[in-house]
């Protein structure tokens, strides 16, 4: 399973949630899967994907917030980890995409191979971790944490894409990101009611 595969699989269940991109491949694989005012689309910034949608997840603990992450990134910024651990945002799910190599910049490898996010995050203070590697079981356990209560993080073991790929960029600017996700923010959505563990 690579990052595309992988993402038509969590795509499709996302409802009304607030996504935050990281960037790279995974903005712009989930940008051309399937764009939407709800999603947050990092361009450069690289590993602050999970500050923001911490943010996020604190002013609106109305709505579900998704980060979609990458090893690289979350590396990059670990002490977000903790920050999420201490705060527990109920409302906060974290899926981490790791194919062990920073994909957008040539698959330069990460170190992700001798470190496990999903441990870390754990004894970081989550409510539930946990790593899967086939979309079988991604569907279901995706599923599963965008009902229940969190903070939670998933982590989803891919293939780095052996060959280069065209992957069309983004095509908004990045105000225009900014302003329709701060429109989405703004709505009012029926009350999520959050199924404990």
Do not use: W
Not at 43 to 60: H, Q, W
Not at 105 to 129: D, H, K
Not at 141 to 165: C, N
């Amino acid at each position: 399973m690579n990052l595309a595969e992988a993402l038509t699989v969590v795509v499709p269940l996302l409802r009304d949630e607030l996504v935050v991109h990281a960037n790279g491949f995974i903005s712009r694989e989930s940008f051309n899967l399937n764009d939407r005012p709800g999603n947050f689309y990092m361009i450069g910034s690289m590993g602050l994907a999970s500050s923001i949608a911490l943010g996020v997840a604190l002013n609106r603990p109305d709505r579900r917030v998704v980060i979609f992450d990458g090893d690289g990134n979350v590396l990059m910024n670990l002490g977000s980890l903790a920050m999420i651990g201490a705060l527990q945002p109920v409302n906060l799910v974290h899926i981490v995409f790791d194919n062990e190599a920073y994909g957008s910049t040539g698959n330069q490898r990460t170190i992700s191979a001798q470190v496990a996010l999903e441990e870390i995050a754990r004894s970081s203070g989550y409510q539930r971790a946990q790593r899967v590697d086939t979309a079988a079981v991604l569907r279901s356990t995706a599923q599963e944490f965008l009902t229940k209560a969190g903070p939670s993080f998933l982590l989803i073991k891919i293939e780095p894409d052996r060959e280069e790929r065209k992957i069309g960029r983004i095509t908004h600017e990045p105000p225009q990101i900014a302003a329709r996700f701060k429109s989405s923010c703004q709505l009012s959505v029926p009350s999520s009611q959050y199924k404990e563990n």
